[in-house]
């Protein structure tokens, strides 16, 4: 299987809705941006809580929402509501890793504590409706403070458990640690779902090619770089699948101005959309032919209009 990665600020359901509207083969379902536990119950959510509603999820990605924080009985209380809507899963993320967050012990910052970890889970797994996968990278400041993880993991009935073999304190950088990530595997009784650095279908069979176990990857900045990245990897690795991929798919160009045609009707003023379009130009504009300096321009636009005007001239 392939899964859409959680990107807060990336992949929410606008994102969602356009990919899954022009690639409905690529991604199997999707991990929602994180929803943070301190919001408990979903009427104080607020704005991020729209991601999962079950109306603006009619498109054909599954969504499975994530949610971030260690208060056990905001875990509790918001994966009910969530069962409530109709959801079966929710994921718990424990590999963030911003400072702020991790300084509180939230995502890759609870990875140094599995006394925190053993406790949460002995609280909220029995209380809880849906069942728990999680996300976790290999440690905050260390890649074995996934040693102490493991044994508790496999001790609850967790869904599955998606690694991302980095420390939180390394954020993006560096390589994924997939020498430790072979020694950690024999260890992990749950259905293990990679993810880091797929950006080609090549880096996929490098990974299936080194862990056969390993059938289901998760993939994030890779296709936003190249949106047609799950559908390459499909046509190429057919065998890994159980659907094949038709021909004629929407190309990059078409998925690029159907995300900015849908940004533009966003109920919020034009210094807004700039941004957003700037945010996905950054990454999507990986995928179009054309000079680094005239992609720039797009960043350097100062109105709404010109933005348009110079990404049009790529797209159309
Ligand atoms: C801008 C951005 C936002 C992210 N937001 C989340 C998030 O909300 N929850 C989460 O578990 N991971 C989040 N991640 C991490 C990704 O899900 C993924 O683990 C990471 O990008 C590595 O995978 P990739 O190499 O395929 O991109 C985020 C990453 C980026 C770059």
Redesign the pocket.
């Known amino acids: 299987m392939l899964i859409l ?6 992949t929410e359901i606008l994102f969602r809705k356009t990919y899954s509207l022009l690639f409905p083969d690529a991604f199997d379902y999707a ?1 929602s ?2 929803l943070s536990i301190t919001h408990g119950n979903l009427r104080d959510a607020g704005k991020k809580v729209e991601d999962v509603l079950p109306e603006n999820n009619q498109c054909s990605m599954p969504v499975v929402p ?1 949610l ?1 924080g260690h208060e056990c009985e905001g875990f509790v209380e918001l994966s009910n509501r969530l069962y409530e809507l109709g959801y079966n899963e929710v994921n718990w ?1 424990m ?2 890793p911003m400072r702020r967050v991790a300084a509180k012990h939230r995502g890759s910052g609870i990875l140094p504590y599995p006394d925190e970890v053993d406790s949460i889970l002995s609280y909220v797994i029995p209380r809880i409706k849906p069942s728990l996968s999680v ?1 976790v990278r290999l440690g905050y400041n260390n890649p074995d403070d996934i040693d102490k993880i493991i044994p508790i993991l496999n001790r609850f009935p967790l869904k599955n458990v998606t690694v ?1 073999p980095r420390i939180g304190r390394q954020l ?1 950088s560096g390589v994924p640690n997939l020498d430790k990530l072979e020694e950690i595997l024999p260890e992990i009784k749950h259905k293990v779902i990679y ?5 080609t279908a090549g880096d996929y069979g490098r990974i299936r090619a080194r862990f056969p176990q390993i059938t289901d990857v ?5 296709a936003l770089y190249n949106p047609l990245l799950p559908l390459q990897i499909r046509q190429r690795y057919a065998s890994d699948f159980t659907s094949s991929v038709v021909d004629n798919h929407a190309t990059p160009c078409e998925f690029i101005n159907t995300l900015i045609d849908n940004i533009i009707t966003m109920p919020v003023g034009n210094e807004a959309k700039c941004r957003k379009i700037k945010e996905y130009w950054c990454l999507l504009s990986k995928s179009l032919p054309g000079t680094e300096e005239r992609k720039r321009r797009v960043l350097h636009a100062d109105c709404l209009d010109a933005i348009l005007r110079e990404i049009f001239s790529m797209t159309k």
């Open positions: 990665a959680p990107m807060q600020g990336l991990i941006p994180f994530q971030l993320n590999g963030c996300k991302h993006y993810n880091g650095d797929i950006f998760m993939i994030g900045r890779g």
